[in-house]
């Protein structure tokens, strides 16, 4: 019989917490590493980048190899560029965070927090005021286990 246990808790004000109490594996190793790995195809394209090259890639984006991309819109390079721009790496694990994935929120003085990758956000809080915060994965294992806040997108942090 498995030793992993779920624990949950409902507060006063209806939010519910659930934690592990074992089993949980630490997530992979990351790294700041973003590069084509490899390109494939006979076929030469022309993407509505204006890039000529071969039609299939994967690429590494901080630390994460991708699956084959075969797309129109960018070739290896400027797709490479785009993820770099809208990519952040979890502020915990390090990890690639991308456009749709959700993610939890860290309080700037939660420990644990790399600083050396991790920058924070403005999002907006009570009355409309705006304070900063961390951006988490919600990677098994990884962080201290916040809740899920909302999405990742290519302009930020929403909702």
């Not at 779920?6 to 659930?18: F, P």
């Not at 980048?49 to 129109?72: A, E, M, P």
């Amino acid at each position: 019989m498995s030793s992993d246990h779920l624990v949950g808790r409902i507060s006063a004000d209806g939010l519910v917490t659930v934690a592990s109490s074992g089993g949980a594996e630490p997530p992979p190793p990351s790294s700041g590493e973003c590069k084509v790995l490899e390109r494939k195809g006979f076929l030469r394209r022309t993407f509505k980048c204006g890039h000529r090259t071969r039609s299939r890639y994967r690429l590494r984006i901080f630390g994460q190899d991708s699956r084959w991309f075969n797309v129109k819109e960018r070739c290896a390079e400027c797709a490479l560029e785009h993820f770099e721009k809208v990519v952040i790496r979890c502020c915990y694990c390090g990890h690639p965070i991308f456009p749709g994935q959700p993610v939890c929120l860290y309080a700037e003085h939660s420990p644990g927090i790399d600083r050396d990758w991790a920058s924070p956000i403005a999002v907006p809080a009570h009355r409309g005021e705006m304070v900063m915060v961390y951006v988490g994965c919600m990677l098994w294992g990884c962080g201290s286990g916040g809740g899920f806040a909302g999405h990742w997108t290519e302009s930020g942090f929403k909702q």
